[in-house]
């Protein structure tokens, strides 16, 4: 991000490689390249999606296609602007690489802590966290269940 344009409300913002965007736009571009990733469709964001989004996305959704980062296509949008996408398939890829090799190897190699947290020099992957969240599992493999989660997923606190 480079700058913010002048209104006191911080609701534009000028970013680097995608010009001027509001803020909820911003937000919806980033988090639905994640999402496309995760759904195992890169760059494409279905309306499924921004249906199941508790915001407004009509208009943001517009304000993208008009900005030229997305355009329309059955059922979704494709993400024209796929500098992030190319970067969060790339990121997830060494990740899955470096994750590939502890599983391999049976092992984490434990960081310095850092906050109550302590990772996995290698693969990133939490071994530790002061939070009590799911860390990854003792022979190298990935993050296990939840253990602040009942066994159905849910929290058993609300």
């Known amino acids: 991000m480079t700058s913010q344009p002048?209104?006191?409300d911080g609701t534009f913002l000028d970013v680097e490689g995608l010009g001027v965007l509001s803020r909820?736009?911003?937000q919806l571009h980033s988090f639905a390249v994640v999402?496309?990733?995760r759904d195992r469709h890169p760059g494409f964001v279905s309306d499924d999606y921004l249906n199941a989004i508790s915001a407004e996305t009509t208009v943001t959704a517009m304000e993208l296609q008009a900005?030229?980062?997305w355009d329309r296509r059955d059922c979704?949008?494709?993400i024209i602007a796929d500098?992030?996408?190319?970067?969060a398939v790339n990121h997830n890829e060494h990740q899955d690489r470096l994750a590939a090799a502890c599983e391999a190897r049976g092992l984490h190699v434990?960081?310095?802590a850092e906050a109550g947290w302590i990772v996995c020099s290698d693969c990133g992957v939490p071994l530790q966290r002061s939070d009590g969240g799911p860390v990854a599992l003792p022979d190298g493999g990935r993050l296990g269940p939840d253990p602040r989660l009942d066994d159905a997923g849910d929290d058993p606190e609300n």
């Open 6 to 8: 002048d209104d006191d």
């Open 24 to 26: 909820a736009a911003f």
């Open 35 to 37: 999402n496309s990733i």
């Open 67 to 69: 900005a030229g980062m």
């Open 76 to 78: 979704g949008y494709f």
């Open 83 to 87: 500098d992030m996408v190319r970067w």
């Open 110 to 112: 434990p960081s310095d």
